[in-house]
């Protein structure tokens, strides 16, 4: 896709699991059923691929472990993930793409165009950090890609984010933080993020689900 005439330069990419029952979101279980976590992973998809599209940027594009579906929209190229580790796979989003580049991933519907936008400004930094609650991190910002300053990096546990940031600040970058945004693993998380972004499809659903659930 072409970018828009004085859009940035920087790529906006999405890691993600094509929204597939039993394949997705598989700590919302038994709370909710598989096909109702996979429902919900897409809505989060959803919301987070309008975000992305309201956000000015060179390119936007979704790194798919599995297949597009009806819920795409026009305007976001779609790539394959590598195989391997979700290390190797988040160094191989960044591979794809020589210029500054934000990778977020499929599961806060809660952020917004203003929060992608600041992680694609390399003005004043050379690194974006987005914290997660859990200990990881939802958001990871370049000015220059390096592979390498992700691989090995120990993924979905409680000191991830720790050892990522500190990847950054050692490689001699000066890094910035945005704001921390929850992500969507556990029941628990799917309600606190449904609270904090009432006008989303994500939020929707849950309040849906929940009523169903009565």
């Known amino acids: 896709m072409s970018s828009h005439a004085g859009a940035p330069a920087g790529t906006l990419l999405v890691i ?5 029952a039993g394949r997705v979101k598989t700590r919302l279980t038994p709370h909710f059923t598989p096909q109702q976590a996979a429902d919900m992973a897409r809505a989060a998809l959803q919301d987070t691929l309008d975000a ?19 819920w795409l929209p026009e305007g976001i190229e779609v790539v394959p993930q590598c195989a391997g580790g979700l290390d190797a796979r988040l160094a191989a989003a960044f591979a794809l793409y ?15 165009p203003e929060l992608l936008a600041e ?10 950090f987005g914290p997660a609650p859990d200990g990881g991190f939802w958001a990871l910002g ?21 050892v990522q940031r500190l990847r950054l600040t050692s ?4 890094v910035r933080d ?11 998380d799917a309600a606190q ?7 989303t499809r994500f939020a929707a659903l849950h309040a849906e689900l929940c009523t169903a659930a009565r």
């Open 16 to 20: 993600a699991k094509a929204p597939v």
């Open 142 to 162: 370049l000015a220059e890609p390096d592979p390498a300053l992700l691989l090995g990096v120990p993924m979905s546990v409680p000191h991830t984010g720790r």
């Open 119 to 128: 992680g694609l400004d390399f003005t004043r930094t050379e690194a974006w």
């Open 98 to 112: 020589g210029g500054p580049a934000l990778l977020i991933g499929m599961d806060t519907p809660q952020v917004t």
């Open 171 to 174: 490689s001699g970058r000066a």
């Open 52 to 70: 992305v599209l309201a956000t000015p940027a060179g390119r936007r594009v979704l790194c798919l472990d599995g297949a597009p579906g009806p």
């Open 178 to 188: 945005l704001p921390a945004l929850r992500d969507v693993d556990t029941p628990d």
């Open 193 to 199: 993020v449904a609270a904090c972004a009432p006008g």
